[in-house]
């Protein structure tokens, strides 16, 4: 059985400071690996997602993540954080089977000015 | 274009009721699958429909259902409801040719057991 696991509920940053999400998996086949986000009252968006290409991968809105197989990590990160970054984010993997998702718990983001 | 769409966005039932949630994917998609998300939980799979079949089921009772139609519009069925129950429904669409884990999120029914 494929899972994720997020460190950390919530994260706080000042506004123009890093953003480090973690994101440990475990899959006994080559993952598929998925950041998405979920602003408050929105359904989630797609951030990124790690297809067994480029082991770094960017996304949108200046996020990027690297998949690490030696340490099954796909954390997410963003050089300067800004005050609309502010929201849950959602890290999945996928069996690549049907497009179902197991995703973790979440984190939250709080970026103070 | 619209997006994925989910009626309605909130209700309140009392145990034991039974409920039906709706769903329109994404124009384009054929593909819809439902996801539970409780209060401070990440969504969790509970069903995917396909050709009007039910291709991949999650770890649920038979209490949920669900129904796809010939336009590809799907419904979540609720039997028995428990406390448990409450949390924010997602419906997402995807393209059952299209790329793995693509999904597009409606914003939720969010369902209250009182």
């Known amino acids: 059985a494929q899972s994720v696991t997020q460190l950390g509920s919530h994260v706080s940053v000042s506004e123009g400071a890093l953003v480090l999400l973690r994101c440990n998996y475990s899959s006994s086949v080559p993952p598929y690996l998925f950041w998405y986000v979920q602003y408050p009252n929105q359904g989630l968006q797609l951030l990124l997602k790690?297809?067994?290409?480029?082991?770094l991968v960017k996304g949108i809105n200046g996020f990027e993540a690297e998949f690490k197989k030696s340490e099954t990590s796909f954390h997410l990160t963003k050089p300067s954080a800004h005050m609309s970054d502010a929201a849950e984010y959602f890290c999945a993997v996928s069996d690549r089977g049907y497009s179902t998702l197991t995703f973790g718990k979440g984190t939250m983001l709080l970026v103070s000015p | 274009d619209a997006g994925v769409t989910q009626s309605p966005t909130h209700l309140i039932k009392t145990r034991g009721q039974q409920v039906t949630l709706r769903c329109s994917p994404k124009?384009?998609?054929?593909?819809v699958s439902w996801y539970q998300q409780a209060l401070g939980q990440g969504p969790q799979f509970i069903f995917q429909y396909y050709e009007e079949e039910e291709r991949q089921r999650g770890n649920f009772p038979d209490r949920f259902s669900g129904h796809q139609f010939p336009n590809y519009s799907s419904e979540l069925n609720v039997n028995a409801l428990l406390l448990g129950d409450s949390a924010l429904y997602l419906c997402?669409?995807?393209?059952?040719?299209?790329?793995?884990?693509?999904?597009?999120f409606g914003e939720g029914s969010r369902l209250t057991v009182l």
């Open positions: 790690y297809t067994s290409a480029a082991t």
């Open positions: 997402a669409s995807s393209l059952a040719q299209g790329a793995v884990g693509e999904l597009f």
């Open positions: 124009s384009g998609h054929d593909t």
